[in-house]
């Protein structure tokens, strides 16, 4: 099935003129639970990887944990519509620290199925988005390894890996990603409006304009930066939403050229202040606003893939357009 965007709650571009030559494209990817294979599109399905080649692994020291969750209980759990039980790690109470881990993989992304996905290093038309399961120093830091690869060759692989090393446990319900295929849509985008991402006497206006909403038409007015300017969820391309950290530059490593968005990973494909977003497809028809999100459905709209990238934040992954090979950068916002 396809997912359709419903048409904005009022047109930007007559609102803001200015705002016509800063308009750009994003792919939402609107994952929902199914069973893809390696060879599809996907989050949190089984990675196109040849058999032989090593798995990628965090090589820092880790912290040992206390308890943990099975990855079948958690996923019978979900089923269920109940909540995994935690278990003992093993080697729990040993001092000391643990030796490299596996990574998780979350999500793989072919060009021909995503539009406006950039290519890689020498032309790498597929990208693997992976994390360490468990998380680095007071801060609860968390690792991220990117894979790119040229499908084609790829795909000669005599036999494919279908059993990845894994932990044991995982620390957190929310680490395993539930598999989701895809139904990529292309819709208009905008910049985030704070700081230096638009002139400031627009921005002026844009604020000026949701007062005004507000005054009038209370806590369900449309706002900008929830209803008009970026899509919530997975995505790939256009602007990256700056809510817990406010805009910032994301310049290259190793030769400082300004990098572009990539993909960002979202928590929540709909929260209180972006339901608008909800796809037509989701929707009872014979509702309107928030009230036309059945319950029933409502986890598998909100939440489909299950995974968290800190609190009420997304992860944007961002590339150099200058040498795809550059190590990318991990932003969390």
């Not at 994003?26 to 060879?39: E, F, I, Q, W």
């Not at 295929?181 to 208009?188: N, Q």
């Amino acid at each position: 099935m396809t997912r359709t965007t419903p048409d904005r709650p009022v047109p930007v571009e007559a609102l803001f003129p200015e705002l016509a030559p800063c308009r750009g494209r994003t792919t939402r990817l609107h994952p929902r639970p199914g069973r893809p294979g390696m060879r599809d599109s996907h989050v949190g399905g089984p990675m196109l990887w040849p058999d032989g080649e090593p798995w990628p692994v965090c090589p820092e020291p880790h912290q040992r944990e206390t308890e943990g969750y099975a990855r079948d209980e958690i996923l019978s759990a979900r089923a269920a519509g109940t909540w995994p039980q935690s278990r003992p790690w093993p080697g729990a109470g040993a001092p000391g620290e643990d030796g490299p881990v596996p990574f998780v993989g979350l999500a793989q992304f072919f060009r021909r199925d995503v539009p406006g996905l950039a290519s890689g290093p020498e032309g790498a038309d597929l990208v693997q988005l992976f994390r360490c399961p468990l998380t680095h120093g007071r801060y609860l830091e968390r690792r991220y390894h990117l894979r790119w690869r040229r499908t084609r060759e790829t795909e000669r692989a005599e036999r494919f890996l279908t059993t990845p090393p894994e932990v044991p446990l995982l620390r957190w319900e929310h680490e395993l990603p539930e598999p989701c295929v895809l139904h990529p849509e292309e819709v208009d985008t905008y910049p985030w409006a704070e700081g230096d991402t638009l002139p400031a006497a627009l921005i002026a206006r844009i604020d000026a304009w949701e007062d005004a909403q507000a005054s009038e038409q209370g806590p369900g007015a449309a706002n900008y930066q929830s209803d008009l300017s970026i899509p919530p969820g997975w995505r790939v391309g256009g602007f990256p939403s700056w809510a817990s950290t406010g805009p910032m530059a994301v310049d290259c490593a190793s030769c400082a050229t300004p990098m572009r968005l990539l993909l960002t990973a979202g928590g929540d494909e709909m929260d209180a202040d972006s339901h608008s977003w909800v796809p037509l497809e989701d929707r009872e028809p014979s509702l309107r606003g928030r009230a036309s999100i059945p319950g029933r459905s409502r986890r598998s709209v909100a939440q489909p893939t299950r995974l968290r990238f800190g609190r009420d934040r997304d992860l944007h992954v961002f590339t150099c357009p200058a040498d795809p090979g550059h190590p990318p950068r991990w932003v969390l916002a």
